[in-house]
């Protein structure tokens, strides 16, 4: 028997504790009629074996050996290459438990039409079953799924983005509950795609895509989407953030978590490298997560977090020595390319490399820019968060991190400052709740068009917003020592529509006045949007910015935040009476304030 064709579960599990996902396995093998099914290991020669067979049967393209060891291209379907919104749903019993910001649809007509799709659909193929754990094996934090597959490409790339295998089916023998994720490429046409969620059965299927979000079910589906609503009947946080330390040169570190839309730059954060004076100097990022963050609250009333995730899965386009020279130092081996570019000598290639010239795009064409870029806007790489140089030991840690600071950031061409520190966790929830961004390629549609998407996670809160508000404002009670929140604003653009900040590693100096702030080392100015750095306290040297870019980066804009606090009432009064109470008394007396 070869390393993929095995039929039973492993020895040595027990059969009778896994009843339930014996059964599962067995329903699911009787609706979509495969025609094996592979318990995933999670081991090497496992792997080995499924590159050889996606090698063979074109899914993998090997790329240069002496380069990129075991490194691998995959060329996706044209029209699967990006998260689809429109067609993800919520399924619960009361519509409004999904709130406004999901489509909705009842759990019977979900199942249906999902059962309907998936009836036959492994005919031909191998089904594989892949137990996984969402955060270090060992952490009380970290919850398990199982996800169902007929795309080696998946498992692959599930390898990589969580603990696969032996040990997460040990560890649901032991707890025995776990998510149930059902995912079939099926014909990979977008006309019979839908990705959806059943939180109140902590169950997810997926049909029709092969796409990263829409297929690897462990990390948006079930690490954000069902965590969510699992994390607010436990009494936790499930947010899409990154999470670093910031070490100084006292050799003391404060760990950060921060909110941003895909595709804005967590990843870059995530790994910054500090500028050329504070490295001398001893300061260090040390790299927790790039893209999902669990916390709760410790015994000590701090907030602990943990990355559920083991890989990442990053936006490859404007990776390069100057944006994340940690990222690219990890993609140079053992890495998954998605849609990227290649060179003549079968190196990855995309825009913003500094190196290499493409000679095929994305989808294998001879590179012609009248085409396009070379590499998709939204080509990404897969790896283990191992090979970062940055990777923090303390990314293991069962315990988690505790939190010194949140940090919420959109994309913003105008009004917002580069940053700002909420009054209280209340304030600091609103405007977590506020948060507006500009869309990316990240997901299907219209790229750069100014949408509300509160802590970033419109296309990831498996429930009502307004209930989700409500989870937020409770962590604060009476012995919570919680972290301080700030809001940053990267991409503010001048007059000329150029960006006024340097970005990347300087982005370190706003890093390190939050942390003057959360030390109360450091005064600050009030305004009635939060709290503006003094000019003295925030360290500019080597960098050059302009007048406008000052006034800009540093100002408050009484008029503009005017308008910003009306369209932030017409939002929150989409949720009605659900939306807290707290908030909108919140949103009135700074709208007050303003006037
Ligand atoms: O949705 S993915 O996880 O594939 C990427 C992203 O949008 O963050
Ligand atoms: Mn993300």
């Not at 998260?83 to 909705?104: I, Q, S, Y």
């Not at 490409?153 to 603990?163: F, H, Q």
Request: glycine share 10%; charged share 20%.
């Amino acid at each position: 028997m070869n390393a993929l064709s095995k039929d039973v579960i492993p020895s040595g599990t027990k059969r009778s504790s896994l009843a339930a996902l014996n059964d599962w396995v067995a329903e699911v093998a009787a609706l979509t009629q495969p025609d094996a099914i592979h318990w995933c290991d999670g081991g090497d020669a496992e792997y080995a074996a499924l590159i050889a067979q996606m090698q063979a049967d074109g899914t993998l393209i090997k790329l240069n050996e002496q380069t990129h060891p075991n490194s691998w291209l995959h060329r996706s379907h044209p029209d699967d290459v990006a998260r689809v919104e429109h067609l993800t749903f919520v399924c619960t019993t009361d519509k409004e438990d999904a709130g406004p910001n999901n489509h909705w649809m009842s759990p019977a007509d979900g199942h249906k039409q999902m059962d309907e799709l998936f009836a036959g659909c492994m005919r031909g193929r191998t089904m594989y079953v892949i137990p996984y754990c969402m955060g270090p094996i060992d952490s009380p934090l970290a919850r398990c799924g199982v996800e169902i597959t007929d795309s080696a490409y998946v498992v692959a790339n599930m390898r990589i983005m969580t603990r696969m295998g032996a040990a997460a089916l040990a560890r649901i023998e032991r707890e025995g509950s776990f998510v149930k994720g059902l995912h079939s490429i099926g014909e990979l046409d977008p006309n019979r795609r839908y990705i959806m969620h059943f939180p109140e059965e902590l169950a997810i299927k997926s049909y029709g895509s092969g796409y990263g979000g829409n297929a690897l079910l462990g990390k948006k589906c079930h690490a954000l989407r069902i965590a969510s609503h699992q994390a607010r009947n436990e009494g936790w946080l499930a947010e899409h953030m990154l999470i670093l330390g910031l070490e100084n040169p006292q050799g003391e570190t404060h760990y950060i978590a921060a909110a941003f839309p895909s595709a804005c730059g967590k990843t870059n954060l995530a790994m910054l490298i500090p500028p050329e004076g504070y490295r001398r100097d001893g300061w260090k990022v040390w790299t927790i997560g790039d893209d999902i963050c669990w916390m709760r609250p410790g015994a000590d009333g701090r907030l602990y977090a943990i990355n559920p995730e083991a890989g990442f899965f990053g936006v490859a386009p404007g990776t390069s020595e100057k944006s994340n020279p940690n990222a690219l130092a990890s993609i140079q081996h053992d890495t998954i390319f998605t849609n990227v570019g290649v060179t003549a000598d079968n190196q990855p290639w995309w825009e913003g490399l500094d190196h290499g010239t493409p000679v095929k795009d994305w989808q294998g064409r001879d590179y012609a820019p009248g085409n396009g870029p070379a590499a998709h806007p939204n080509s990404r790489f897969t790896v283990s968060a191992k090979q970062c140089p940055s990777y923090s030991p303390k990314a293991e840690d069962a315990q988690g991190v505790p939190i010194s600071a949140i940090v919420f950031g959109g994309r913003r061409a105008s009004l917002v400052p580069l940053v700002f520190e909420a009054r209280d966790w209340t304030h600091g929830v609103l405007v977590g709740a506020a948060m507006g961004s500009e869309t990316t390629a990240a997901a299907t549609g219209a790229v750069g068009v100014m949408r509300r998407d509160p802590m970033a996670m419109k296309p990831f809160c498996g429930y009502n917003f307004a209930d989700y508000f409500s989870h937020w404002l409770s962590f604060d009670k009476p012995g919570a020592k919680l972290p301080k929140i700030f809001h940053v604003n990267w991409f503010r653009k001048g007059d000329d529509g150029k960006f006024l900040w340097p970005g990347f590693g300087d982005n370190l100096r706003v890093l390190e006045w939050m942390i003057k702030r959360v030390k109360g080392e450091v005064d600050a100015i009030d305004t009635p949007v939060g709290a503006l750095p003094k000019a003295e306290h925030i360290n500019l040297d080597g960098i050059d910015l302009s007048d406008e870019a000052r006034t800009k980066l540093f100002g408050f804009d009484r008029n503009g935040w005017r308008a910003e606090f009306a369209s932030l009432e017409e939002f929150l009064g989409e949720f009605g009476d659900r939306a807290p109470h707290a908030l909108k008394v919140e949103q009135q007396r700074i709208a007050a304030q303003l006037d």
